[in-house]
T-cell receptor, first 110, second 116 residues
Framework: ELKVEQNPLFLSMQEGKNYTIYCNYSTTSDRLYWYRQDPGKSLESLFVLLSNGAVKQEGRLMASLDTKARLSTLHITAAVHDLSATYFCAGGTGGFKTIFGAGTRLFVKA | SAVISQKPSRDICQRGTSLTIQCQVDSQVTMMFWYRQQPGQSLTLIATANQGSEATYESGFVIDKFPISRPNLTFSTLTVSNMSPEDSSIYLC?????????????FGSGTRLTVV
């Protein structure tokens, strides 16, 4: 069964710095998602990655997918306090089932 | 993207009672998904609900404990039955977007359940 591992699980960073969150998955996954969750809120879809080498960017966030390495990354550029949230990656298996990673709690210090 | 109205947003319930959570979608969707998110944890899929058929439950979840209804293509309910404190979690419904390539899944706002 698909397993999704994220690291780090907790990240505290200064504003203006860059950092990367890593998402490894155990078996073939035909799609990879990144979500953001603010405290007490639901999940917001950030990126959907479908193919090897896919790269998507939105503002200070950029996500990529390497299906051969079974690795997706979420890169944060010049972090700002508003990016503080929990970020989940999730892999899609056959059909519509989606397996979530444990989440990375990001705190950006002003 | 789809808009999901989930109710209630939170509840505090006595052990041994049941709570029914509702999700209403503003468009017709084939599949709806129910997740549980325990405090500080990730999301775990409970079941997939298709209109007109029995829900498909994931390992560790059973229909007697989490009965699901899906009477039409815009609505579903999840009942948490005979609750115990271990059922205290956030429960979320989710649907796939028509434009799955770009938007993936949309989630309801969640129901924060506390069992005392």
């Amino acid at each position: 069964e698909l397993k999704v591992e994220q690291n780090p699980l907790f990240l505290s960073m200064q504003e203006g710095k860059n950092y990367t969150i890593y998402c490894n998955y155990s078996t073939t996954s035909d799609r990879l998602y990144w979500y953001r969750q603010d405290p007490g809120k639901s999940l917001e879809s950030l990126f959907v990655l479908l193919s090897n080498g896919a790269v998507k960017q939105e503002g200070r966030l950029m996500a990529s997918l390497d299906t051969k390495a079974r690795l997706s990354t979420l890169h944060i550029t010049a972090a700002v306090h508003d990016l503080s949230a929990t970020y989940f990656c999730a892999g899609g298996t056959g059909g519509f089932k989606t397996i979530f990673g444990a989440g990375t709690r990001l705190f950006v210090k002003a | 993207s789809a808009v999901i109205s989930q109710k209630p947003s939170r509840d505090i319930c006595q052990r041994g009672t049941s709570l029914t959570i509702q999700c209403q979608v503003d468009s017709q969707v084939t599949m709806m998904f129910w997740y549980r998110q325990q405090p500080g944890q990730s999301l775990t899929l409970i079941a997939t609900a298709n209109q007109g058929s029995e829900a498909t439950y994931e390992s560790g979840f059973v229909i007697d404990k989490f009965p699901i209804s899906r009477p039409n293509l815009t609505f579903s309910t999840l009942t948490v039955s005979n609750m115990s404190p271990e059922d205290s979690s956030i429960y979320l419904c989710s649907v796939g977007e028509r434009d799955m390539v770009n938007y993936g899944y949309t989630f309801g706002s969640g129901t924060r359940l506390t069992v005392v």
